[in-house]
């Protein structure tokens, strides 16, 4: 079955930027939709965009003029870029895959944690 | 500030029914699927309810959808106090931003 793993550096200065990874086991990331979504602690979900295997991206327009996703085909992997961080970008990160096209999302990583602090 | 509208919080002694409402417009839960997802205390979401009313293999079916116009509802039916989590609702959006949006989350407690 297909597992979701995220990785990141724990802890980023203001102003700098984030890189995430999210690596894909037991499936191909190919012929699906994967979905970062964040979640600052005691708050509540948000969607930051999506990428197909082919390298098509949605974002969220609150974000889309500082963030990035890439897909990794050789390594099974997704990436996150994030940039200009503020203290509100404090928050887990999870990526996760969609069921389909316009579906919800049925595989979830156990989030990496980002501090965003000098 | 989401889109979709549910309560805060929703409580119950174990063995009832709760239910939480999601509350949005006809530009997303009134045009397409809802989900639902399961957030066990420090634990990733997990997918509870997909396409309205559907559950996925293992989900039991204490756990209910159903959609009417611009709103959906999450029933739980006989509450257990592993059901204690946070449910969050989630749909695609039409309009422009942003196009998959969750639901403001509700807590569950289980008295």
């Known amino acids: ?118 | 500030q989401s889109v979709l509208t549910q309560p805060p919080s929703v409580s119950g002694p174990p063995g009832q029914r709760v239910t939480i409402s999601c509350s949005g417009s006809t530009s997303n839960i009134g045009s397409t699927y809802v989900y639902w997802y399961q957030q066990l205390p420090g634990t990733a979401p997990k997918l509870l309810i997909f396409r309205d009313d559907q559950r996925p293999s293992g989900i039991p079916d204490r756990f209910s959808g159903s959609k009417s116009g611009s709103s959906a509802s999450l029933a739980i039916s006989g509450l257990r106090s592993e059901d204690e989590a946070d449910y969050y609702c989630a749909t695609w959006d039409d309009s422009l931003s942003p196009p998959y949006v969750f639901g403001t989350g509700t807590k569950v407690t289980v008295l």
């Open chain 1, 1 to 118: 079955q297909v597992q979701l793993q995220e990785s990141g550096p724990g802890l980023v200065k203001p102003s700098e930027t984030l890189s995430l990874r999210c690596s894909v086991s037991g499936g191909s990331i190919s012929s699906f939709y994967w979905s970062w979504v964040r979640q600052p602690a005691g708050k509540g979900l948000e969607w930051l965009g999506r990428i197909y295997g082919n390298g098509y991206t949605e974002y969220n327009p609150s974000l889309e003029s500082r963030v990035t996703m890439s897909v990794d085909m050789s390594n099974n992997q997704l990436s996150l870029k994030l940039w200009s961080l503020t203290a509100a970008d404090t928050a887990m990160y999870y990526c996760a895959r969609h069921m389909g096209r316009n579906d919800g999302l049925d595989v979830w990583g156990r989030g990496t944690t980002v501090t965003v602090s000098s």
